[in-house]
């Protein structure tokens, strides 16, 4: 008998159970994402933005700041990034066929 003859047969699906702690079941509100990363994982910052600040008076050529205040860090090995992007992908277009194609904000303004 080969070491492993049996293993395809004894394989079973896995049923993955979420549980969200009762202090997170709200979630938190996010409306903008930073993402970076390194050679061994990708780094997602939800954060939610804040009023615009002026330019700097002291800087020459300063920019208005818009000030984001992060609300989860989520990280995530290199390995897993595509089952992300697919899940992202596959409730994008189940969201869509129940409720209509998502608009971004300009879209709506060009179809006026």
């Known amino acids: 008998m080969e070491p492993h003859e049996h293993d395809d047969e004894e394989q079973h699906d896995v049923e993955y159970r979420f549980y969200v702690p009762t202090e997170q079941e709200g979630g ?3 409306n903008t994402l930073g993402v970076w990363h390194t050679a061994y994982e990708f780094t997602l910052d939800f954060a939610a933005m804040q ?12 920019s208005p700041v818009v000030p ?3 609300v989860s860090r989520v990280r995530i090995p290199v390995t897993l990034l595509f089952d ?6 596959d409730n994008l277009t189940a969201y869509e066929s129940g409720w209509g194609e ?10 006026e």
Not at 104 to 110: S, T
Request: glycine content about 2%.
């Open 84 to 89: 992300v992007m697919r899940a992202l992908n």
């Open 68 to 70: 984001c205040r992060v």
């Open 28 to 30: 938190v509100y996010a």
């Open 51 to 62: 009023p615009v600040q002026p330019p700097d008076p002291d800087q020459e050529h300063g």
């Open 102 to 111: 998502i608009k971004r904000p300009e879209q709506e303004e060009q179809d």
